[in-house]
């Protein structure tokens, strides 16, 4: 069994309030859940306006299938043109 854990830096240009930053996240949460099998939280940068950290977990039998998954959620949110990747760590451990 693999386990996949992401955190993905995001950077929401738009946003000039905490509301703003919450109403263009929680898209972006929602649209994650509903089109990939993770589980997914913002879960650094919730003071910050414009910046947001999401992390990312999923749990597979190959570890190709979890870099697959990452890889197209990455592509998946630079998409849907709400905010901008920063940063993206990755790791993946062997359970």
């Known amino acids: 069994m693999y ?6 830096d995001l950077h929401i240009e738009h946003a000039q309030s905490l509301k703003e930053k919450r109403q263009v996240l929680r ?5 994650i859940r509903n089109k990939f099998p993770v589980s997914v939280a913002e879960v650094d940068k919730q003071d910050l306006w ?17 870099d697959e998954i ?4 990455e592509d998946f ?3 849907l043109h709400l905010c901008s990747i920063i940063d993206i760590k990755r790791e993946i451990f062997t359970w």
Do not use: M
């Not at 386990?3 to 993905?8: F, M, W």
């Not at 414009?50 to 979890?66: D, E, H, K």
């Open 27 to 31: 898209k972006v949460l929602d649209n």
């Open 3 to 8: 386990v996949g854990l992401c955190a993905i």
């Open 50 to 66: 414009q910046r947001a950290i999401i992390g990312i977990a999923v749990v597979s039998s190959s570890s190709s299938l979890i």
């Open 77 to 79: 949110i630079e998409n």
């Open 70 to 73: 990452f890889s197209k959620i």
